[in-house]
């Protein structure tokens, strides 16, 4: 099945540092989410996109819907420790039933 | 709200054996899904149903089954356990007819041995 091309796999950085990631895919989407998971817990929203060129933030967070509708991308500023975890996005095309597209996850650690 | 429930948190099963995996939702949500999550692999679907009544196969549907038992509860069935099934998995649940963002639980970690 397919999966959306999500970069970097992982990072580290340090605390205060900002963070860029985005999400790439050969097909047309016209929803964009953006989760982040916790060691141990299930995957919780951070934002969502839903027009070609929409950027919206939430917080330190900022993500932006690519004009494309092919890319989505993920940025936070000035990071903290508990910015550690993992970032997945995902994808909704038109006529998948509402079945997300998810990526491969990007993990972030941040160090002091 | 409690959101979406998952039980067991935590299972070791040996080969062959089967279990069930529960989750259950307060959200008055449509649909609801059930995904396995391994290293690297990121979210795979494994069933979902779209709405009460309905249930139909994702990405990776084999040795799997699954009863929408009604609006609030979706369970996830393996019959006949394999180390393959080693995974950890998650439900979650979204409003069909609202903004696509799906709702997670927070996981049943599953060994087989």
């Known amino acids: 099945g397919q999966q959306l091309n999500q970069s970097p796999q992982s990072m580290f950085i340090q605390e205060g540092e900002d963070v860029s990631m985005n999400c790439t895919s050969s097909?047309?989407?016209?929803?964009w989410l953006w989760y982040k998971q916790d060691p141990g817990e299930g995957p919780v929203l951070l934002i969502a996109l839903y027009k070609a060129g929409e950027l919206t933030s939430n917080g330190r967070l900022t993500a932006q819907f690519g004009i494309t509708r092919k890319d989505s991308f993920l940025n936070i500023s000035a990071s903290i420790p508990s910015d550690v975890g993992i970032y997945f996005c995902?994808?909704?095309?038109?006529?998948?039933?509402?079945?997300?597209?998810f990526g491969t996850g990007t993990r972030l650690q941040v160090t002091l | 709200n409690a959101g979406v429930t998952q039980t067991p948190k935590f299972q070791v099963l040996k080969t062959g054996q089967s279990m069930t995996l529960q989750c259950a939702q307060d959200?008055?949500?449509?649909?609801m899904y059930w995904y396995r999550q391994d290293p690297g692999m990121g979210l795979r679907l494994i069933y979902y149903s779209a709405s009460e009544g309905t249930t139909d196969k994702g990405e990776v549907p084999n040795g799997y089954n699954v009863s929408r038992l009604n609006k609030r509860e979706f369970s996830l069935r393996l019959e006949s356990a394999a180390p393959s099934q080693t995974s950890v998995y998650f439900c979650a649940s979204s409003d069909i007819f609202g903004t696509a963002v799906q709702f997670f639980g927070p996981g049943t970690r599953l060994t087989v041995l």
């Open positions: 995902a994808g909704l095309r038109t006529g998948t039933a509402s079945k997300l597209t």
């Open positions: 097909s047309i989407f016209n929803t």
């Open positions: 959200m008055n949500h449509n649909s």
